[in-house]
């Protein structure tokens, strides 16, 4: 019985559909249509806004995720650019400063151990009026207390205070207690024994008031002594200590490089 009414609803349902069809094919209900039309027609628009906004906010957010994805992105790609620049700077400005190591030994002869600075002392670390460095060469490569450390620059920064197999430490001609003999390059060639000043300059005392110096004249190891060589610049005289009623006069030597930039240094070995 259920089975008839449904077959019945469904015929119902066809026959009304087929109608409307029908009559809207001849044109019949085209007032009607019109009609409600313009009955739906505001409606219509504002839904049509509402969805056209709705697709438009939706493309937004998904246009703003990807661009944040690409963003992050993009970062990381730039600092890993950074990073390798950083280290091809490094690297190179390294290998500079080892050909620069060479071409001086080279030029001048010297049989030296180039090494590595390890670490620093800073007087503060200390409590010492002391600014030593530890390198990455000792006995086992044929150093020994008292040889002179020279700068890429030829510029000698100290000489070896302590000594172990694999490393040495070394005293910079800045600090107290680093005794250099040294030479002024003037007229008279004025001999005198150099040492650290508060870990800020070089000094050298008991110069003989007869001696002629002058600030802007450079000092050089003297060679006496015979751990170090002959011609090492120390630095040059920026102030001079002469009173008329002492017997001696004294002299302010400042280096000729900055030793904080110091990374690679050689040992000369004579």
């Known amino acids: 019985m259920i089975k008839i009414r449904r077959n019945k609803t469904f015929l119902t349902v066809i026959v009304v559909l087929g109608l409307l069809f029908f009559l809207h094919g001849v044109k019949i209900l085209s007032p009607l249509e019109n009609f409600l039309l313009s009955l739906t027609k505001p409606f219509s628009g504002h839904l049509y806004s509402l969805g056209n906004s709705f697709n438009q906010s939706y493309s ?5 995720t990807d661009l944040n994805l690409k963003v992050d992105d993009l970062n990381r790609e730039i600092a890993r650019l950074t990073v390798n620049q950083a280290s091809c700077q490094e690297i190179e400005s390294e290998n500079q400063k080892l050909h620069n190591q060479l071409k001086f030994l080279s030029d001048h002869n010297f049989k030296a151990v180039v090494a590595n600075v390890l ?3 800073a007087l503060a670390e200390t409590g010492e009026q002391s600014q030593d460095f530890i390198i990455d060469k000792g006995s086992r490569n044929g150093l020994r207390v008292g ?3 020279v700068s890429e620059e030829g510029v000698i920064v100290g000489q070896v205070i302590e000594i172990k197999e694999n490393t040495a430490k070394i005293c910079l001609t800045t600090s107290s207690g680093c005794k250099l003999a040294g030479a002024i390059l003037n007229q008279t060639k004025t001999q005198g024994l150099t040492d650290g000043d508060l870990g800020l300059t070089i000094k050298m005392n008991y110069i003989p008031q007869l001696e002629k110096i002058s600030p802007n004249d450079i000092v050089i190891t003297s060679g006496l002594g015979g751990n170090i060589p002959r011609g090492l610049v120390i630095g040059k005289i920026t102030q001079v200590k002469n009173e008329s009623n002492e017997v001696w006069q004294a002299a ?3 280096p000729l490089i900055n030793f904080n930039n110091l990374t690679v ?3 000369i070995i004579p």
């Open 119 to 121: 670490a620093k002392e």
């Open 60 to 64: 937004r957010s998904r246009d703003k």
């Open 147 to 149: 040889l002179g450390v």
């Open 265 to 267: 240094v050689s040992v």
């Open 252 to 254: 302010t030597i400042e």
